[in-house]
């Protein structure tokens, strides 16, 4: 699944809920395939692994790790 679609369908669904929370929602069984269809993008959400402190700072030293070695920013 394509990280914008997941996103789109993210933002449609909070567009739905938004609507149903202020009674504008006309259609609940759309909100309630979208809330199914959202599952597995809620999990993908919660199961990203949190950023380490030591890429943090070594963004903060200006240090750039990469494939074929490190480089320091001047």
């Known amino acids: 699944m394509d990280q914008n679609d997941s996103l789109s369908r993210l933002q449609g669904l909070q567009a739905d809920l938004v609507a149903f929370s202020e009674s504008r929602?006309?259609?609940?069984?759309r909100l309630w395939t979208?809330?199914?269809d959202s599952i597995a993008d809620f999990?993908?959400?919660?199961?990203?692994?949190n950023k380490s402190d030591k890429s943090r700072?070594?963004?903060k030293?200006?240090?750039?790790?990469?494939?074929?070695?490190k480089r320091t920013a001047r």
Request: zero cysteines.
């Open 61 to 69: 030293a200006g240090t750039l790790v990469y494939s074929g070695g």
């Open 34 to 36: 979208e809330l199914e």
């Open 57 to 59: 700072q070594a963004l």
């Open 25 to 29: 929602l006309l259609n609940v069984d």
């Open 43 to 49: 999990r993908k959400l919660l199961d990203r692994q």
